[in-house]
């Protein structure tokens, strides 16, 4: 099955989704947010068959989320190193973290997320701003530079449903 790109959608969150591309990725990035370097390390945490591997962090290093580093020559090894970009889905896979541990059976769960100091946390998103907890009330969708009309049209239908009239 064919993965659909949403490359060409001038939106965010689905430009988002086509860089990190599925679950696979996403584990790969948590593991990478653990310590996890190399090939090897990756595929012994995640259980992952070895083409899979290889094909999600080829797509994560040419997204720009990893640089790849040779590390030995003989034979040649590589271990895949974090960018700037890829630091920045830190916020998410913590907000995914947080979900989980809300909505899945705790009895299930082998790790919960917590400091340095052993406390669990329970993360939120705010703006970097002035601090204020962001949820679907307080927030909305503003036009880009891209914006065409139906993009105004769709801006204007979820204020209206957000503020409670018809649009």
Not at 89 to 102: D, K, N, Q, Y
Not at 128 to 157: F, K, Y
Request: aromatic residues 10%; hydrophobic residues 45%; negative net charge.
């Amino acid at each position: 099955m064919q993965r659909t790109s949403f490359a060409i959608f001038p939106c965010p969150a689905a430009r988002a989704l086509n860089s990190v591309g599925d679950s696979w990725s996403i584990m790969i990035l948590r593991d990478a947010f653990q310590g996890l370097t190399r090939f090897d390390d990756f595929q012994k945490s995640l259980g992952i068959a070895p083409n899979i591997l290889t094909r999600r962090l080829a797509h994560l290093v040419e997204e720009g989320i990893f640089e790849k580093r040779l590390y030995s020559e003989r034979p040649a090894r590589y271990e895949y190193v974090l960018t700037a970009k890829g630091q920045d889905f830190f916020p998410v896979l913590m907000a995914l973290s947080t979900w989980g541990g809300r909505h899945a059976p705790q009895e299930d769960l082998a790790y919960l997320l917590g400091n340095a100091s052993g406390e669990a946390l329970d993360a939120k998103l705010v703006d970097a701003r002035n601090g204020e907890e962001l949820t679907p009330r307080n927030t909305c969708l503003l036009p880009g530079p891209a914006a065409d009309e139906a993009a105004h049209e769709r801006i204007a239908r979820m204020k209206a449903w957000y503020l409670g009239f018809d649009a």
